[in-house]
């Protein structure tokens, strides 16, 4: 079945450093793909998103592509702040009822 | 608007207890989920509904039941809990279907099950 697989383990780093999550997926189709933000003690919010391949999803300086190709959707911010620091999560819909299948999560530590 | 929020934030329950955790959005969303986040594990589906008096089940749905009876409210209940039902819980609303549209999440209920 379709699901998302994010790179083990937390990321540290410095400000104004430059953050790459990796994220792929297994799906028969072509969903949409999401990558949702969890500020500590808050619920998930969404940050992008792209619906069909070659898109670009962007907000706040964060990107990720749709690729088929390699079946990714790979988190890029080229400076990030202290305010990055975060959960981040990628997420594809499974089906029509916007059912949603998340990966594990990546704890995201920006030090000043 | 509120957007989704739940309550409690925090509940405390003894094995065996019953207790419904409350969802309400004031967003005129049709589509309703009810997700667990347990540490290092992501987001997993407990019960949808896709619109009032409509429910179903998602990943993980043993343990608990739900209810729709308004647009507005899906409250998720834990009948006999157990301490694997010690969680995170989260309720989310999308205004449609069509896998493009996004979840709008609440804060959250903190429960624990000793």
């Known amino acids: 079945g379709n699901s998302v697989t994010q790179m083990e383990g937390p990321v540290t780093l410095s400000e104004e450093a430059f953050l790459t999550i990796n994220c792929t997926y297994t799906a028969t189709g072509y969903p949409s793909l999401f990558w949702y933000v969890q500020y500590p003690g808050e619920g998930l919010q969404l940050l992008l998103k792209?619906?069909?391949?070659?898109d670009k999803g962007s907000n706040k300086g964060f990107e990720a592509t749709y690729r088929k190709e390699t079946t990714s959707f790979h988190l890029e911010k080229g400076s990030v702040q202290v305010s990055d620091s975060a959960v981040y999560f990628c997420?594809?819909?499974?089906?029509?009822?916007?059912?949603?299948?998340f990966g594990k999560g990546n704890q995201v530590v920006v030090i000043p | 608007n509120a957007g989704v929020t739940q309550t409690p934030k925090f509940r405390i329950l003894k094995i065996g207890q019953s207790m419904t955790l409350q969802c309400t959005q004031d967003?005129?969303?049709?589509?309703m989920y009810w997700y667990r986040q347990d540490p290092g594990m992501g987001l997993k589906l407990i019960y949808y509904s896709v619109g009032a008096g409509i429910t179903d089940k998602g990943e993980v749905p043993n343990g608990y039941n739900v209810s729709r009876s308004t647009t507005e409210d899906f409250p998720l209940r834990l009948e006999l809990a157990a301490p694997s039902q010690t969680s995170v819980y989260f309720c989310?609303?999308?205004?449609?279907?069509?896998?493009?549209?996004?979840?709008?999440f609440g804060p959250g209920t903190r429960l624990t099950v000793t």
């Open positions: 967003m005129n969303h049709n589509y």
């Open positions: 997420a594809l819909t499974l089906d029509e009822n916007n059912r949603l299948a």
């Open positions: 792209a619906t069909k391949a070659d």
């Open positions: 989310a609303s999308s205004y449609g279907g069509s896998g493009t549209y996004e979840q709008y």
